[in-house]
């Protein structure tokens, strides 16, 4: 099955999107269905938890804004996880339908792992969301993996830094504190740029003339490092990305045969360059 990749022409591949309640944040799920949009057509969108508990209670204001169906599972066991258990079985339903192109599961469990790996045996994308502190053995078992903390609203999280400055003594402010903007530019920073990666995957994906297109180049990254994403490093398009590093790739932006169209091309600049 192809690859579905984001900004498509034609976006109508159907999606099942299932979200544990019990590990994923409620103030991130208007960003996280723009992102599935991406990728297609959400036709199934369900949530998974106790919402008789406090801990599910953050997701009760969003459910009917965004149309989520809320799955109800009372926790029969203390310490066991009934919610992981009908979520899997719920997906694997689903599956037999044969009715979807790909699953988005949404949760920072590694129990989702097999879940995922079943899925691709099927020939079906595999779309995980999670947070940073998700195991790699989910991440690398789907075909993509989009970490929520880049999923957040940016006026959001302003507020929330805002919010604990107000609760910092104004000398402390003026002596140690960061601003907005620094907070900002440290968390874009906070993950070193894989050259090494980069470089296999141009050489993986060029020609004989040493330039590797855009598309195939950032296809090889996500199959290599599910997780790869260029918000990680300040930039909201892998294009943004690539031009941003011109101390790394050269760019040339080529015509395509009867189109005002073009295409992006890169290529190491040299062996010796370093980031």
Known sequence: MAVLKPNNDDCTHKLAVLIDADNAQAAVIEGLLAEVALYGEATVKRIYGDFTSQHSSQWKTVLNKFAIKPVQ??????????????????????LYTQRFDGFCIVSSDSDFTGLAMRIREEGLMVYGFGEEKTPAAFRNACHKFIRTENLRNETHDELHVKAIVSEVSLLERSEVLPTVADLSKNNLDKKRFPLKLARIAVEETSGDDG????????????????????????????????????????????????????????????SDNKK
């Open 211 to 270: 330039w590797a297109q855009l598309g195939g180049f950032g296809s090889y990254l996500s199959r290599v490092q599910p997780d790869f994403d260029p918000r990680d490093y300040g930039h909201k398009k892998l294009s943004d990305l690539v031009k941003a590093r011109h101390n790394i790739f050269e760019i040339q932006d080529r015509s395509q045969p009867n189109s005002t169209k073009t295409n992006l091309y890169l290529r190491i600049k040299n």
């Open 73 to 94: 599972q009372f926790a029969y066991t203390k310490g066991k996880n009934a919610t992981d258990s009908t979520m899997i079985i719920d997906a694997m339903d689903l």
